[in-house]
């Protein structure tokens, strides 16, 4: 059986490995983060080839209605938002790393699509992008998601009201860049 000053000593010895432990992960963090982004450029589309398309998969997912105003034609809407590419200038061998696979980096720090929202209703255009994180994979894969409200013109027809069905849009896109620069492809729920 231990003594109490055993399983103290026990204790620290652990506690002390662990802060170790801890430590290395967090030199392989940081080495990973100076390697990634010391010229790392977010304003630079992440191909290596410029003739390569950047192929960006969202998804959207309509969580709840806030607001259906008929008389200016305006929905409301709480979504969940997730969008996906590949970052050629953000992969790492992961053994190289401590085994780090992946991170989380402020969206600001990245190249990030300029996607709106054509419909949009609010009072201005807004990059809904930016002030979240983004997982990024040590295979390139950027991972963003984040509950978006949305504010949009619906044409809303109330012949048959209550017993109507309203049908709106949402639609997507690049601003800057032409299909053969950005291409989204994705779906909604």
């Not at 231990?2 to 967090?26: D, H, P």
């Not at 991170?103 to 009072?123: C, G, M, T």
């Not at 044409?155 to 053969?180: A, H, L, R, V």
């Amino acid at each position: 059986m231990l003594s109490l000053r055993q399983a103290a000593a026990a204790l620290y010895i652990l506690a002390f490995l662990s802060w170790l432990g801890e430590l290395e992960c967090n030199s392989d963090m940081r080495r990973l983060l100076e390697d990634k982004f010391a010229n790392y450029s977010n304003l630079v589309r992440p191909v290596r080839n410029l003739s390569r398309t950047t192929e960006v998969q969202m998804a959207l997912f309509l969580n709840l209605v806030l607001d259906m105003d008929e008389k200016s034609q305006r929905l409301t809407s709480n979504t969940w938002l997730t969008l996906s590419w590949q970052d050629e200038y953000l992969g790492w061998n992961k053994t190289e790393y401590g085994g780090i696979h992946t991170i989380k980096v402020p969206a600001d720090q990245l190249w990030l699509p300029d996607i709106y929202f054509y419909q949009n209703a609010a009072n201005k255009y807004e990059s809904f992008l930016k002030g979240h994180l983004a997982l990024v994979y040590h295979h390139q894969e950027v991972f963003w998601t984040a509950p978006v409200i949305f504010c949009g013109h619906c044409k809303i027809s109330p012949t048959y009201f209550p017993f109507d069905e309203q049908k709106c849009i949402m639609k997507f896109g690049t601003w800057q860049y032409d299909g053969n620069e950005v291409a989204i492809t994705g779906s909604g729920r």
